[in-house]
């Protein structure tokens, strides 16, 4: 049995509290750290890594999105239930036989719930088959219908004949046929992946593995692979090495130099056929050129495809003799081809060789930043298609456009009451929003491009409208001076993404009933335009006629309909929205439930749609200037209000839920406190409150400020008891869904009760007031409303030493007691009317409920009023009072961010539990936390006045990059605007020699005369917003260019940019140009040529507009959630934390099942599954299945994310482990130094992981006896460690002790005990003399002093005696594989400890007792002795 604990057992909690990274001392954080990264690379473990879903999507999406309907309850009952259904629908898989024309029958497993089209699939994926597409199948010659399931169909069985059957052509089928051949033969071509269409992206795992690992892993084993390893890395890949050449981010790929099949397949230009020859039954003519050059004309006709007599200047249809008919293309052209025969099933072994994740399709569109020059082919399906609107791959036919809004609207209306149906439902809403998703960014790049007329084509550019294959577009400029109060054009880009931000959280409260649009927005050549299902019927009235619910002036005209009152009434608790009245033009009450903006409309199909939730969340008044306000003094000290471009800023739902859940907290302690304090005042016995707790904020006082830091677990059991005022259910325990309060379910502290609770304001920079973690994603886990307390059910035990202060401990035992009392008497209020419950009891909560804001005075419920602040908004003068309190709420919240989730964060970038790498990941940890990249400039002031300023370092530099990127990309945007088409590429190429070069003079190359001056004559009517003079854009100089970024981060970051131009900002702050070019592409949308750039000649610019390839756009959309495999998910990390491995792997496996039924085969949170997957199979011994699954997490990570996302870079990593236990040494190397490439590209070598990476490469070449490469490495990773971690850390002491080992391999012994003194010294220092790792490195210090005197002795041997004497043989240890596998292991965070059967029954008592005991007291876990290893494997 294995297990992992920490690199020491937990005994020693604090001994060493002086710096705040390492007050934590046990490994545990620091080897769990790197265990399971989720996907962003900040480790906000695991269990909320299914949230991520892309880039900035926030976790909230999940909030609370389970109606009614199962699968709802807390995770151990719920999973019973939940793998019930399961079973029912796992029916057991069987086995068919396919009988093919022209093949061998074969054996196909099939499982029942699989449609017959899945088959046919699967048939057109063979490479026998693959040729085939017009078939049927037939089973005893009945034809099967292609959308049955297998279980439906009468007589299908184990063993049963499926008979492929040829089918006459239509024009479709011929067109899907001709469409199939072609992708068949690009099949190995990235052509489509480097230009990013049809949803490929690129992958170069196989580059390093020479294949697939599964299979080479069998060959390779054979004999040692010692002796053939060439171990030297490129020279820019060794430490210190200052060049970061680009080119080897997309090493070539052997394969994909293509067999070329055919010269030419195209459409002849004699298509379509005339009526005569339509009634032969001629579907349409190909032209076709063979390798031999063999011009031939083929026509594809009902009955198959033959050659016909036309050439390319004369028509005649007639069969050629011999007109060699076939059914399938393929067949005819090999038989006119024998180059075409031999290539193309050479080209089919290789396909079907490659890793199937290499090739399926991503559900979203992935851009590549790079790519290398590529020959334009001919090919007639992607010319077809440039002419069509094609949209999903059903539509081959020009003129068949989807309503869009009907698949949105009534993919939601399926019924979701049973886990079949869910499944059924999120399969279909993931499906339609990717395919909504791809068509409104093919029509919003359409509409810049100008295709598409505008629907008011009268008016000016910026006012247009569009409309194309039924999805409305429009563009981010205020238009009609709609936004003029709140910011105009900076206002009216703002809107689109903060109405998106709506979208997706009314989506994911999913109430029946409320409908949303499709909403997508695409930031493309510096527009922003935003793309919308369209309501049935809008477009034939007035907007002011169908607006039912909301106001279209904002605020100055209102109307309110009692049924959307009732459908948003359901949202307004998990939003946290609250009702409210404001006066509308006639002075009357209006009562609504959202913001005024959020307008209510009745489609024709009689839906209740709502629309503009630009204002779902409140405003954040940090950016708010309001006359006559007061913020906090928190907020004041750090400058706030500060005026910002526009008054739409709103705060993050992920805030909201924080800042609830930290007042939840407080409730619960005021009452604990009140209770307690009656309790004493009755028996006189008990003293009242210890430790200072009294000093809590009176109750009184209305608003305590809100700077007790947040913590979100009160205790382990999640606090699902939130009052709330339902009274169906008699305990608030189960399915009550108190959104009001998500629990706490990052697995953050049990202990955590407020450590500074009076404290009115912490001084800002102590960052080592532990603020605990206030971990956003703890609410965002709550996949659906449905708290899932498996997460917080951990053992309980890492999570206490998460922030041991010594203070914490011990208040939180003191107001425990009460803390229990005050939960049964919020439950039993909310559960009953409480009429038993006496007043002395009743006016505890209502002192609570007071004194933390709480709308309701007999229960914990906290919503804000989004109206408040809104120009143009009244209200009554009787709510005065409850507006005067809203607004406080909002002062507390503003003031929540900046005195607690700043500091938050920057104290889990202190101890490693978050750990940016790149721009997108440094924004997820802000997001997740509440904190808008807005305050980026005030974090990173923050940062710099930290003491302990070099450990965020690295956080410093990743955050200047993102702003000045940020700053150059808004720049970049309206510099955009005024380019047209013809001279895209020289001012794209222009701006990033202003930005990036240090040439001083760049000039800009305008496109050739005489183009231009004819251009100028014909008045540009139509394209070009904002239009002027077209070449201005031609006169930006890096001066004026680095100026206007240096001013940009002033005005809109607040933050002060050090240096004259770029070169002394880079030069100042250690950045890397290569990061900042990576950066600003990736964030505009530009894609470049991959060959190395010279930036720092003074002589000449860095880029030519031939480097300019292409702009993409970047899309922000809606990103579905399957919440009944998330749960699963959950549940598997739950029970693996808690040591049943088996069962965890079995529930992960059994979410995997669930997240393809939903997502298909690739997606983010497979990924993350795979990954769990392989971590689980490699601590249960099984290395072969490791590796199998790690691979796909690796190839998914790639294709989903991007082949240099710092996700990608994490799963490298642990491939390479795996790889290594799997005994192929050269592969894991050559996947380390891939990682460690990427990571310099990345973020460069001065980062915290980079230590990681390091060990691992040393260690593998220590292991195949590379000594001095592996000195390298590990010098550096002691570097590092040293500097991140502080020197008395312990994972410095590891560090120390790895680079003995290869000093004493070497034989210089010195060196060797040197460093293991001083990883002696802090063992002894940090976990004292008698603990086991103390004890090892005082044992191996002996043992290296023995062999240094046994080699001094035999040195002066040879001095005395010279050539005669007689010498002991020294012993020179080259490690074993095995030592270095164990060392591996330990720095990766996974130790095996061998158990017998009974200390497993032992463990399995134990942490059942916990878990009973929690039960009871609810009160915080015993800390384990030395020898339990409690802790059961695996991963953060």
Same mark, same amino acid.
């Given at each position: ?12 909690p ?6 705040p ?21 900040c ?10 879903? +892309? ?78 597409t017009?078939?049927s199948?037939?089973? %005893? ?16 069985q ?7 059957v ?14 199939h ?37 069998k060959?390779?084993?054979?004999g040692?692979?010692?002796? *053939? ?18 080119? #080897? ?39 076709i ?21 036309? =050439? ?5 249809p ?29 080209? &089919? ?7 199937p ?12 930043? =790079?790519?290398?020059?590529i ?34 609207q ?34 919003a ?23 194309w +294959? ?11 001076d ?7 054009d ?8 903060? /109405? ?37 019927g ?11 619910y ?51 409309i ?17 405003? /954040? ?10 913020l ?79 913590? #979100? ?10 009052? $709330? ?10 399915n ?16 955590t009760?407020?450590?500074?609770? +009076?404290?009115?304001?912490?001084d ?13 994603p ?38 425990? #007691? ?22 002395? $009891?009743?006016?505890?909560?209502l ?8 709308i309701?005075? =007999? ?17 009554l ?9 809203q ?24 101890d ?5 790498? %790149? ?109 002027? /003079? ?8 890096p ?94 990390q739950?029970?693996? *934390? ?15 099942n ?22 689980? +199979? ?31 870079? &994490? ?14 040494l ?32 040393g ?10 490469l592996?000195?390298?490495?590990l ?27 290869v ?48 080699l ?9 005696n ?20 164990? *060392? ?9 400890? #061998?158990l ?11 942490v ?18 030395? %020898? ?8 953060d």
């Amino acid at each position: 049995m294995v297990s992992k604990t920490d690199d020491i057992p937990a005994s020693v909690p604090n001994c060493n509290s002086v710096d705040p990274a390492e007050g934590e001392t046990p490994d545990s954080k620091e080897s769990t750290k790197t265990v399971l990264k989720d996907p962003c690379g900040c480790a906000h473990s695991a269990d909320t890594t299914m949230m991520n879903g +892309n880039g900035a999507h926030d976790h909230s999406e999940e909030a609370d999105s389970k109606p009614e309907g199962g699968s709802g309850a807390d995770a151990d009952p719920g999973e019973e239930t939940n793998e019930q259904e399961v079973i029912v629908i796992q029916d057991t898989g069987f086995t068919v036989k396919i009988q093919a024309p022209g093949t061998e029958p074969f054996d196909l497993q099939v499982s029942p719930q699989e449609m017959v089209q899945e088959i046919h699939q699967v048939l057109m994926d063979r490479e026998d088959t693959c040729h085939r597409t017009c078939f049927s199948l037939q089973l %005893d010659g009945n034809v099967l219908d292609n959308f049955a399931e297998l279980k439906s169909i009468e007589g299908l069985q184990e063993g049963s004949v499926l008979k492929v059957v040829e089918e006459p052509y239509t024009v479709r089928e011929a067109r899907i046929h001709v469409r199939h051949i072609r992708d068949l033969l690009k099949s190995m071509d990235p052509s489509d992946a480097y230009n990013g269409v049809d949803c490929n992206s690129l992958s170069f795992l196989s580059v390093f593995t020479d294949g697939d690992l599964g299979d080479s892993g069998k060959r390779k084993k054979k004999g040692s692979e010692l002796e *053939q390893i060439d171990c030297t890395p490129p020279e820019h890949i060794l430490p210190g090495s200052k060049e970061r050449p680009i080119v #080897p981010l997309q090493p070539q790929n052997k394969d994909w130099k293509p067999l070329q099949c055919l010269k030419v397949l195209t459409m002849s230009g004699w298509n379509p056929p005339p009526g005569n020859r339509k009634m032969h039954g001629d579907l349409m003519y190909l032209y076709i050129v063979t390798v031999e050059e063999r011009h031939v004309s083929i026509t594809a006709s009902t009955r198959g495809f033959y050659l016909n007599q036309s =050439t390319t200047y004369s028509f005649n249809p007639k069969p050629a003799s011999p007109s060699f008919l076939s059914h399938s293309l393929v067949e005819l052209l090999s038989q006119i081809s024998p180059a075409f025969k031999k290539n193309f099933t050479a080209l &089919q072994k290789k396909r079907v060789q490659r890793h199937p994740f290499e090739r399926i399709a991503t559900p979203f569109q992935v851009y590549s930043w =790079t790519a290398p020059q590529i020959d334009h082919a001919m090919d007639c399906v992607r010319a077809e298609d440039a002419y069509t609107s094609r949209l999903g791959y059903e539509e081959h036919i020009p003129g068949q456009t989807r309503d869009w809004n009907e698949e949105l609207q009534t993919t939601r209306e399926l019924p979701r009451k049973n886990l079949p149906e869910r499944l059924l439902r999120e399969r279909a809403i993931f499906k339609v929003h990717s395919d909504f998703a791809a068509a409104a960014t093919r029509g919003a790049m359409a509409v810049i491009d100008g295709n598409v007329m505008a629907i008011n084509p009268g008016e000016e550019t910026r006012m247009q409208m569009f409309i194309w +294959n039924n999805i409305f577009f429009s563009l981010g400029f205020d238009v009609r001076d709609h936004y003029r109060e709140l910011g105009g054009d900076a206002a009216a880009h703002a809107a689109p993404t903060n /109405d998106l931000n709506g979208v997706r959280a009314y989506g994911a409260v999913d109430v029946e009933g409320l409908y949303t649009l499709g909403t997508v927005v695409v930031d493309y050549r510096g527009y922003r335009v935003t793309a919308q299902s369209i309501i049935p019927g809008i477009l034939e009235r007035e907007q002011e006629q169908s607006v039912i619910y909301g106001s279209i002036d904002f605020g100055k005209t209102v109307v309110s309909h009692p049924k959307y009152l009732e459908l948003l009434e359901k949202t307004s608790r998990p939003l946290k929205v609250q009702r409210h009245s404001v006066l509308n033009e006639k002075e009357a009450p209006v009562e609504l439930c959202s913001s005024v903006e959020c307008k209510g409309i009745i489609g024709n199909d009689g839906r209740h749609y709502i629309l503009d939730l630009l204002r779902t969340f409140p405003p /954040d008044l940090n950016f708010l200037t309001v006359e006559g306000e007061e913020l906090p003094p928190e907020c004041q000290r750090l400058g706030f209000p500060r005026a910002h471009r526009h008054r739409l800023a709103c705060l993050r739902q992920e805030l909201i839920e924080a800042f609830v859940e930290h007042r939840y907290l407080l409730f619960m302690k005021m009452a604990a406190l009140q209770l307690m304090q009656q309790k004493a005042n009755k028996d006189n016995k008990v003293p009242a409150v210890t430790d200072g707790t009294n000093a809590e904020p009176e109750p009184t006082n209305a608003t305590p400020t809100p700077t007790e830091n947040a913590t #979100p677990a009160a205790s382990t059991e999640p606090t699902n008891s939130t009052p $709330s005022e339902s009274t169906d259910t008699p305990t608030a325990e189960t399915n009550q869904t108190p959104e009001s309060a998500q629990p706490p379910e990052a697995p953050t502290d049990d202990t955590t009760t407020t450590t500074t609770t +009076n404290a009115e304001a912490p001084d800002t920079d102590t960052t080592a007031t532990p603020q605990d973690n206030t971990e956003v994603p703890a609410t965002a886990v709550t996949t659906n409303g449905t708290p899932e307390p498996a997460v917080a059910a951990v053992d309980g035990h890492q999570a206490s030493r998460e922030c041991e202060s010594p203070l914490e401990g011990k208040e939180a035992e003191e107001s425990i #007691p009460g803390l229990a009392q005050a939960k049964e008497l919020a439950e039993s209020l909310a559960a009953e009317d409480g009429s038993s419950i006496d007043p002395k $009891s009743r006016e505890v909560v209502l002192n609570a409920c007071k004194a933390v804001g709480s709308i309701s005075d =007999t229960s914990f419920d906290i919503r804000f009023n989004p109206d408040i602040f809104s120009p143009g908004v009244r209200f009554l003068d009787s709510s005065a009072d409850a507006i005067q309190k809203q607004k406080q709420l909002l002062k507390d919240a503003a003031a929540f961010l900046v005195s607690c989730q700043i500091p938050s964060l920057v104290k889990d970038c202190l101890d490693h539990s978050a750990l940016p790498m %790149d721009g997108a990941t440094l924004t997820e940890a802000f997001h997740q936390r509440g904190i808008n990249i807005r305050y980026l400039g005030t974090v990173l002031e923050f940062v710099d006045k930290t003491p302990a300023k070099t450990q965020l370092e690295y956080f410093y530099r990743i955050g200047v990059t993102e702003l000045i990127t940020r700053c150059a990309k808004h720049i970049f945007k309206t510099y955009l605007q005024g380019v047209e088409l013809s001279a895209l590429s020289a001012a794209v190429s222009h701006f990033l020699n202003c930005f990036l070069s240090s040439y001083p003079d760049a000039v800009a190359h305008l496109p050739a005369d005489e183009l231009v001056s004819r251009r100028k004559n014909r008045k540009r009517r139509n394209r070009v917003p904002g239009g002027g /003079d077209n070449t201005t854009w031609s006169s930006l100089t890096p001066a004026e260019l680095w100026k206007n970024i240096v001013s940009e981060a002033q005005t809109y970051y607040h933050f002060t940019l050090q240096g004259e131009s770029v070169d002394q900002a880079v030069e100042k702050y250690g950045l890397q140009k290569i990061t900042l070019l990576r950066e600003i592409s990736v964030k505009a949308g530009i894609q470049i040529l991959i060959k190395e750039y010279n930036f720092d000649s003074r002589h000449k610019p860095a880029f030519t507009e031939e480097d300019i390839l292409n702009i993409f756009p970047v899309v922000k959309h809606v990103n579905p959630k399957a919440s009944d495999a998330f749960h699963f998910f959950q549940s598997g990390q739950a029970k693996v *934390q808690q040591g049943f491995l088996k069962e965890g792997c079995e529930l992960i496996n059994e979410a995997l099942n669930l997240f393809n039924n939903v997502y298909g085969a690739m997606h983010m949170e497979i990924c993350a599954c795979l990954r769990l997957l392989a971590r689980l +199979n490699y601590i249960m011994g099984d290395h072969p299945e490791a590796l199998n699954n790690q691979q796909k997490a690796v190839l998914m990570s790639e294709r989903v994310l991007g082949i240099e996302h710092p996700n990608t870079i &994490q799963e490298y990593m642990h491939l390479a482990l795996y790889c290594f236990a799997n005994g192929q040494l050269s592969t894991a190397l050559k996947l380390l130094y891939r990682a460690r490439y990427l990571m310099l590209m990345v973020c460069g070598e001065d980062h915290p992981e980079m230590a990681l990476l390091d060990s691992n490469i040393g260690l593998v070449l220590h292991g195949v006896m590379e000594y001095d490469l592996s000195l390298r490495f590990l010098e550096n990773a002691l570097a590092i460690n040293s500097k991140y971690h502080g020197p008395r850390s312990l994972k410095v002491a590891l560090s120390h002790h790895l680079v003995a080992r290869v000093y004493e391999s070497k034989a210089e012994f010195r060196s060797a005990l040197q460093h293991e003194k001083e990883g002696y010294t802090i063992y002894k220092n940090q976990v004292g003399e008698t603990h086991e790792k103390t004890k090892e490195s005082s044992e191996y210090l002996k043992y290296l002093t023995q062999q240094a005197v046994a080699l001094q002795r035999t040195m002066n041997e040879i001095y005395k005696n010279g050539s005669n004497a007689s010498i002991m043989p020294l012993k020179f240890t080259a490690p074993s594989m095995a030592s270095v596998l164990e *060392q591996l292991n330990i720095i990766n965070g996974i130790i095996f400890i #061998p158990l017998s059967q009974k200390d497993l029954e032992n463990l399995k008592a134990e942490v059942q007792r916990r878990q009973m005991l929690q039960e009871a007291t609810k009160s915080e876990e015993p800390e384990p002795s030395d %020898d339990t290893p409690t802790d059961m494997p695996v991963d953060d």
